[in-house]
C-alpha cells in the first residue's frame, strides 16, 4: 500500500495546492469508479501524513528540549487540620499559610506543600458536622485552585493525627518535611537553609528539630548527657517531644510511625515516654536521645510559633 502510495504521491500535487486533487485524481483513474477514487485519496492521505511527520521530525537533542520543569524541591510540607468550630472559615489555616513563605527562610518556592483534613470520629459524625467539613474542603479548593504546589488531602476515615500523616508521607517525594498543625502560624524567621545544613552534617544526631512556642523549655531526659548543640548559627537545646510544628526526615516519620503502631493517636505521648526509659549512658546514647527527644530551635530567641487555638476558638467570621 504505502509502495502504490508514493508512486500516487510522486504524481499528486503537495496538500498546500489541494484545489488540483480531484484533477489529478480524475487523470490517474482514466474515468475509474467512485470506489477506486476513495481508494486512492485515502491511501493519498495516509502516504502524505506519513510524509509531513518525516519532514517535520528530527531527532531529540538537548538542543531540541525545552526544560520547564522546575527542580525539585528537598522539603514538602505537611500542614494537618482537623474540625474545628470556626469551620468552615479558613481563616486560621490561612494566617498559619500564609506565615511560610516570609518565616522560613530560604525555603524554595516550588516546595510542595500538603494540606491534611482529618475525616470526623463516630461521635462527631452528625450531619452538621459533615456539612461543615464538606463546606470547608470546598473553600480550600478554591483558596488553592491555582497553586500547583499545594494539593489538599481529604481523609474520609478519622485517622488521627497519627494516621493522618501517614497518608501524607505516602505523597511524599523529598528528604525532609515539616509537619505542622493548622492552627500554629510562624512568627519569627526560621533560617530554613541552616537546619537543612545541620540535619546533614549530623544525621544522627540532629534528626528532628520543633520550634518553640511556650516561655518555659520541657527538658530532657536524665541519661540524655548532650543537651545543647551549637552548628550553623543556630543553638539547639534538647526538649521532650511534642507534636508542635518540626522539622525532620521522611525515615524518620517512617520509622515513628512503626513504633507508634496503626491506631490513631496523637504521636507525643508514646514518644514521650521512650525518652523517659532512657537512664543509661550507653555509647549510642546521643542517637537514641536524638531520636526520642526533639532539638528545640534556638530556644532563647523564641517563641517562633503563635498558637491560634482552633480546638478552643468560636471565631465567626465572615472571612473565608
Partial sequence: TIAI????????????????????????????????????????????????VNRNCSPITTSTIVNTTEESSDTTIIILSSLIPTHPSIHLINKTFNSLSPMLLGLPINTPKLISVDGLPSKKNTPENIHKLHEYVKQLRLRFQNDLHVSIL????????????????????????????????FIKPVNHTAIIASMRASPQDIQIVRFPYKSALVGSSPGCNVT??????????????????????????EKVLLDVGSSGRFIEAPMMFKGTKIR?????????????????????????????????TQLATTVP
Avoid at 508514493?6 to 484545489?19: A, C, E, Q, T
Avoid at 470506489?35 to 502516504?47: A, D, M, Q, R, T
Avoid at 536521645?289 to 491560634?308: D, I, K, T
Wanted: glycine letters at 10%.
Fill in 5 to 52: 502510495g508514493n508512486v500516487i504521491i510522486n504524481r499528486m500535487p503537495r496538500l498546500s495546492d489541494s484545489r488540483n486533487v480531484g484533477k489529478t485524481i480524475k487523470g490517474m483513474l482514466g474515468g475509474g469508479g467512485a470506489i477506486s477514487f476513495v481508494i486512492i485519496l485515502s491511501i493519498y492521505g495516509l502516504v502524505n501524513d506519513f510524509s509531513m
Fill in 280 to 312: 543509661n549512658r550507653k555509647s549510642d546514647i546521643l542517637e537514641s536521645c536524638s531520636y526520642a527527644h526533639q532539638w528545640v530551635y534556638n530556644f532563647r530567641y523564641g517563641p517562633f510559633l503563635e498558637h491560634l487555638d482552633g480546638r478552643h
Fill in 154 to 185: 481529604n481523609n474520609y476515615e478519622h485517622g488521627h493525627l497519627s494516621n493522618s500523616i501517614r497518608v501524607a508521607l505516602e505523597m511524599v517525594k523529598s528528604e525532609f518535611i515539616y509537619v505542622l498543625q493548622h492552627d500554629f502560624s
Fill in 228 to 253: 545543647n548543640i551549637r552548628t550553623h548559627g543556630i543553638e539547639y537545646s534538647l526538649g521532650k517531644w511534642s507534636d508542635n510544628n518540626h522539622f525532620t526526615t521522611k525515615v524518620y516519620y
